[in-house]
């Protein structure tokens, strides 16, 4: 069928396909509405769609980045299909810009499938970070624990098929299945706010879970949005803000030449030079790593491991109750 809608052939390629994430997890692009060309018509309030160069739209796109002007990628919408563990789902929640509508355990069964650490990812607590990850814990301890978890878990099940066995209500039957469940939601978003969820969640610090999942999205929007995911990476993911006292500490490294460009003073700071700036000694250690060569991280999908709806809707199927695995 045709459209008068604008259309991106590389989210059309991945539109309603399912990519798997953690064990039992996915995410989908369900929908979009708008790319780049609708974020510069936003800005222009122009009825000039496709007159426009790509470098021109381009250079459009990231000068509203760089200057914050976000309003314009609020036009841009784009719709996902998840399931995650309920751990993940709480951490996701907090991020409240979304239209969000989560599966009902008060009126479906929920499939019993239940996210497993693997060992790779399963660490000791960080002695430096109070919610993070630290080194890998011993072999011993991953494996006892997927014997623990492995009971609970089938007993929560067994619960839970019991109480409704007995026709108990289901809103009841669900309140003893644990943290590691999975729940599904339908997650609509606008661009801007999306970008802004995953400059947080694709971060390193962030929890290794919510990140699997923040970069098969960013990678989806990629795909809808390229000079945008350009732009986000290029000034938000990769990009550092500047204090006043590190910009302070840089006008005394650098100065403008005659052409235009910036020219080195010959300077050397100390650090009771940087601390004169008013900078304290972690954003004297924070102000360096800003000084650091940056990555530039790219996200894609992998097309070979992309799955239909009907297959990700008979994997869930075959784990409500009765087919506990």
């Known amino acids: 069928m045709d459209t008068r809608r604008p259309t991106n052939p590389a989210a059309e390629e991945i539109l309603g396909g399912y990519f798997?994430?953690?064990?039992?997890g996915f995410v989908?692009?369900?929908?979009?509405?708008?790319?780049?060309?609708d974020v510069e018509r936003a800005a222009r309030v122009s009825y000039g769609y496709g007159t426009r160069t790509a470098s021109r739209t381009r250079g459009l796109v990231r000068y509203l980045r760089r200057h914050r002007h976000t309003t314009p990628s609020e036009m841009v919408e784009l719709k996902f299909h998840c399931a995650m563990p309920m751990f993940v789902a709480r951490q996701w929640i907090r991020h409240r810009t979304a239209n969000v509508n989560e599966y009902s355990g008060r009126y479906s069964l929920m499939p019993l499938l239940f996210y497993r650490p693997?060992?790779?990812h399963f660490s000791l607590q960080s002695e430096v970070n109070n919610q993070g990850r630290g080194e890998r814990?011993?072999?011993?301890?991953h494996r006892e624990a997927v014997e623990r978890w492995d009971a609970l878990?089938?007993?929560?099940?067994?619960?839970?098929g019991w109480l409704l066995e007995e026709n108990v209500a289901r809103e009841i039957a669900r309140i003893d299945l644990p943290l590691s469940t999975y729940t599904q939601w339908y997650w609509k978003i606008d661009l801007h706010n999306l970008l802004h969820f995953l400059t947080l969640r694709v971060d390193p610090h962030a929890q290794y879970e919510i990140r699997a999942y923040a970069a098969v999205m960013a990678a989806m929007v990629r795909r809808v949005a390229p000079l945008t995911y350009e732009a986000w990476i290029?000034?938000?993911?990769?990009?550092?803000?500047?204090?006043?006292g590190e910009r302070e500490a840089l006008s005394r490294l650098v100065s403008s030449d005659d052409d235009g460009g910036l020219a080195g003073t010959g300077a050397r700071l100390s650090s009771a030079d940087l601390a004169e700036c008013g900078l304290s000694g972690?954003?004297?250690?924070?102000?360096?790593?800003?000084?650091?060569?940056?990555e530039r991280p790219e996200f894609d999908l992998?097309?070979?491991?992309?799955?239909?709806?009907?297959e990700m809707a008979a994997r869930l199927e075959r784990a409500v109750p009765g087919s506990f695995e």
């Open 20 to 24: 798997p994430v953690l064990d039992h």
């Open 28 to 37: 989908s692009l369900v929908d979009y509405m708008g790319g780049d060309a």
């Open 282 to 294: 972690r954003e004297i250690r924070e102000f360096l790593m800003k000084m650091q060569a940056p």
């Open 118 to 120: 693997d060992e790779e």
């Open 234 to 244: 290029d000034y938000d993911l990769s990009g550092r803000p500047l204090s006043r």
């Open 153 to 160: 878990r089938r007993d929560a099940g067994d619960l839970y």
């Open 302 to 310: 992998d097309l070979g491991i992309m799955r239909s709806a009907e």
């Open 137 to 141: 814990a011993a072999h011993a301890v």
